[in-house]
């Protein structure tokens, strides 16, 4: 029998303003593969998988392509239920020449779910170029627009951008954008906190000061404004970074959270952050 691990993480919001996550616990939850439901099989391999509830439905997005990378340009499916357990076709994106991975589901303010996305440009399984994409589905849900680029503010972008998850607070979208810099021949992250009023054009707030080669981020709000930043790392010990600011959210205090994180998401509930993320061994 397969057990299949996921982590999850609970920090007091109090415990936050500490140098170390002395307010953290973690656990590991075992889930045995019977009591696991396969949703949708139609690709050779799917991965990077999203949820979200809107209009009384769940819709659940993911790349299907042929392997993890460089191979076939990856598309973006997109799945509903009612009920979590019969699950049905919308949508499936894809834009000739980009390889499309990593949706991520918002609601933005006009009532419409927004994906965005990473688009890779690959040649003989190499990565050239990254230009983030984005969709928007109509009123209903039912529909989704082909993907288009983002624009994102010229002071920062290069050829490396991945806008990763964006999370909407009072009208605005915030996303962190990561991207590569080659220092002596080894990719290193630099992360940049971007806002938007429309989901296409992205202004540059803030630089988001962390080393180890920081990557994919996810952005939450407490009750009283704070934007908190949940940072993977795969540089230095490769442990997980923790941010904190308050507004306009051009300075933040880090907590080093002492656990390995990948796909990082997370809820604010009763003044506690309920962290998930993938099992590292």
């Known amino acids: 029998m397969k057990i299949i691990k ?3 993480a609970v920090i007091l919001i109090g415990a936050v303003d500490s140098a170390t996550a002395s307010g953290l616990d973690s656990i590991l939850i075992s889930i045995p593969s019977e009591n696991v439901v396969k949703i949708w099989d139609k690709a050779e391999h799917s991965a990077f998988t999203d949820l979200i509830r809107f209009n009384d439905a769940f819709y659940c ?3 299907e392509g042929s392997d993890h990378a460089g191979g076939k340009d990856g598309k973006v499916r997109i799945i509903k239920s009612t009920d979590g357990k019969v699950w049905n076709n919308v949508a499936l994106l894809e834009k000739g020449g980009l390889d499309l991975r990593d949706p991520k589901l918002s609601i933005t303010p006009q009532g419409k779910l927004m994906v965005i996305m990473g688009g890779s440009v690959y040649e003989n399984r190499e990565m050239l170029e990254r230009i983030p994409q984005v969709s928007f589905s109509n009123q209903d849900g039912n529909k989704f627009s082909v993907p ?4 994102i503010d010229t002071e920062v972008k290069n050829s490396w951008d991945w806008a990763w998850r964006v999370t909407w607070h009072k ?8 991207k ?3 220092n002596g021949g080894k990719p290193t992250g630099l992360t940049y906190l971007l806002r938007t009023e429309d989901g296409k054009n992205y202004d540059k707030v803030a630089y988001i000061d962390v080393s180890g080669y920081p990557n994919e981020s996810t952005i939450r709000f407490d009750e009283k404004d704070a934007m908190y930043i949940l940072i993977r790392r795969d540089g230095k010990d490769k442990m997980g970074i923790l941010a904190k600011g308050v507004p306009p959210y051009n300075d933040f205090q880090f907590q080093e959270l002492g656990i390995r994180l990948g796909g990082p998401n997370f809820l604010i509930e009763d003044n506690k952050l309920i962290i ?3 099992y590292h061994v």
């Open 276 to 278: 998930g993320s993938r």
């Open 171 to 178: 009208g605005v979208g915030y996303v962190i954008d990561w």
């Open 148 to 151: 288009e680029n983002i624009y």
């Open 6 to 8: 996921l982590l999850v």
């Open 61 to 63: 997005t993911f790349r």
């Open 180 to 182: 590569y810099e080659h």
